[in-house]
């Protein structure tokens, strides 16, 4: 099959689309014929080498680590999928990617919902994962107010969106030319920046509930003073979290709480409550472009790779 991979750390350089040997479903994973596969900072983190440490790759690496296609394998024990289903999902947790290619294995997916096109549905499942996981971390509920510090990107709108349906009122950090995208959203906007807390102030009266900080941006001392609790505060991209206090939530390997985010996402998009927002879209051999658009920083929505 084809795939885009690469075969040391280093920039955008080192992807190249190539010939490489298929895979095949495991029990209780589909393999796709992909369609659409999202880009996460994740993907140029673990390509240049910035988490050798923590997270070393093996070689040949093919980037991409959620996808939508058309199931063309179904593993031992799986039921209620069949070849030829239109599925988005996650590729297996330990492979860190595997979904730029003609094919890719999953190990947690839903339906595709009829709301969605193949571009909106590979970019998808990610962050219905990270955003599942963190309200479930967060106990969010009906009736709290949830603070975002960058709402506007891929995670960002989709948690603000799974927040909306569970009843939550949302705020959410960005720059201003993005107000307008949030405030269609649902979300009250607010700009991020030092004096985030009496830019707040004002529009919780009630107060914040519960935060979390997608960005990562070194803000963690002043959202743990808005809330006044540091166990209200979740950070999926801040390393500082241990001096705060803060817990930092991440995927680990094995069944994730965000899973069960994921035929939910599918519900939500039928009844017009989720839309997966588009940053920018690729071809498969664009890749490197795509990846620098990530690393850009100011994504609006999520950037997605189509695979042909
Ligand atoms: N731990 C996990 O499980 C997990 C999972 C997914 C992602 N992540 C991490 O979470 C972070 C967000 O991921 P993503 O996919 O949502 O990224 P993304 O789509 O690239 O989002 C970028 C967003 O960040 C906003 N931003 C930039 N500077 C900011 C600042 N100083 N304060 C607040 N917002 C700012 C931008 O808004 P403007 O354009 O308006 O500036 C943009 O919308 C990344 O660091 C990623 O690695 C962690």
Redesign the pocket.
Known sequence: MFAMRYHRYGGPEVLCLEEAEEPHAGPGQVRVAVRATGV???DW?LRSGMLRDTAPLGFPHIPGMDAAGTVDEVGEGVVGTAVGDAVFGLVPFADRGGAAARYAVLEAWAHNPRAWSFEEAGGAA??V??AT??LEALEATEGMTLLI?????????VTAQLARARGLSVIG??????HGFLDRLGVVPVT??PGLAERVAPLAPHGIDVVLD??????LAELVAITGDPRRVI???DFDADRHGVR????EAGASPGWAGLPLAARLADQGQLTIPL?AVFALKETASAHEA?A????????VITVP
């Open positions: 996460t900072p994740a983190y990610g962050n994962d990270t996981r963190v510090e960058g709402a506007a990107g891929g995670v960002g709108t950090t960005a720059s201003e030319g993005n991020y920046g997608a960005a990562g941006k070194g803000s950070t999926i991209a930092f939530s991440r995927s940053h990530s850009a920083g100011h994504a609006r929505g999520k950037i």
